[in-house]
């Protein structure tokens, strides 16, 4: 068997996080738009600040502490949300290519905005041909009705009503099922022939033989887009990685 793979470590992306400062609906200084993953696990690394990343799942509501160091990380259908107590920066790391950042996120918005793609995607959408200024107030709007939502998935979870967390996790799913083959498609040039490359240098070590060692290569690369505006705070993206 023969496979190569010079991406990323693992077929992880990374990006670099400055969380939204905006102060919140619910009276905190700054906090991100809560959303979920539906494929992908994701990482915080803390470099700066500190926060919260808030959790809902089934099991229930959580707060964990971000300070620099920490390292948190949650699996697919854990609702999250940030929030920024002072100058909160983090280094996401994204399972699959980076794919949380290129479509596997459903924010919590009203049941009436997931009713089909097309309706989703404006209620999300940022617009990159207007002032600065414009792009703040769409974020902060899209921002402040999901957390509205999240605030009440969240009461209805601690008040003993699985229903409508339920609802949401059925809505997601059905928005993202058109984009499942695309998906999978990055997922089999990215950490599936990540796996399989070291299923091939272990083989060929047990046959003592090291050619594979004879096409080490160096990488590096830096942000490619500087300060946009993703669903937790301004991004630096690196594409590819």
Do not use: K
């Amino acid at each position: 068997m023969s496979a190569a793979y010079d991406g990323f470590p693992g077929a992880v992306g990374v990006s670099r996080l400055t969380v939204y400062d905006w102060p919140t609906v619910d009276e905190l200084p700054g906090g991100g738009t809560p959303h979920l993953h539906l494929t992908c696990t994701e990482g915080y690394v803390v470099t700066a600040g500190r926060g919260t990343v808030q959790t809902l799942t089934t099991t229930g509501y959580q707060e964990t502490p971000l300070e620099p160091g920490t390292v948190a990380w949650f699996t697919p259908g854990t609702i999250h949300r940030l929030t920024n107590g002072g100058g909160l920066e983090i280094t996401v790391v994204m399972q699959n290519s980076g794919l949380p950042e290129a479509g596997d996120a459903v924010l919590t918005l009203p049941q009436d905005l997931l009713t089909d793609p097309a309706t989703y995607a404006d209620a999300v959408r940022i617009p990159a041909d207007v002032p600065e200024a414009e792009q703040v107030a769409a974020a902060r709007t899209r921002r402040d009705l999901a957390t509205r939502r999240f605030l009440q998935l969240r009461q209805a979870t601690e008040n003993g009503d699985p229903r409508p967390l339920a609802a949401f996790h059925e809505a997601a799913a059905a928005l993202v099922r058109p984009r499942l083959d695309a998906w999978e498609q990055r997922w089999r040039e990215g950490a599936h022939t990540a796996a399989q490359a070291t299923r091939a240098q272990l083989d060929a070590l047990r046959a003592q033989d090291a050619h594979h060692l004879t096409g080490a290569r160096v990488t590096a690369t830096g942000p490619t887009a500087r300060g946009r505006f993703g669903m937790c705070g301004r991004l630096d993206v690196y594409p590819g990685i």
